[in-house]
């Protein structure tokens, strides 16, 4: 069993930044795959960023440029930046465990002026 406990979230004009932070019950480095996920009301959670080694990440072409994830031995963090309307989401970490995947209890970013 993991726990992931996020923050950062928030409201922001556009244009603006965000940073985000997940901090499992377990090291880092106990997880091979981790991530962010986000998902709008009646849309599917999307995988927006992610990691297997914490070094090389992979983003979706709609956040390409503007958000930066890294992670080390405490947490998972995702830096948001020229933030967007569309980005207005509720924001989930993940994590594969033991085969299993793990979410956070999710942040809420508003972007809007």
């Known amino acids: 069993q993991v726990q992931l406990v996020e923050s950062g979230g928030g409201s922001v004009q556009p244009g603006g930044s965000l940073r985000l932070s997940c901090a499992p019950s377990l090291s880092m480095s106990r997880f091979y795959l981790t991530g962010w996920y986000r998902q709008t009301p009646g849309k599917e959670r999307q995988l927006i960023a992610s990691?297997?080694?914490?070094?090389t990440a992979w983003y979706d072409g709609g956040v390409q440029g503007r958000f930066i994830l890294s992670r080390d031995s405490t947490n998972l963090n995702l830096q948001m930046n020229n933030l967007k309307p569309d980005d207005t989401a509720v924001y989930y970490c993940y994590v594969a465990f033991d085969g299993k995947p793990y979410w956070g209890q999710g942040t809420q970013v508003t972007v809007s002026w």
């Open positions: 990691t297997a080694d914490g070094t």
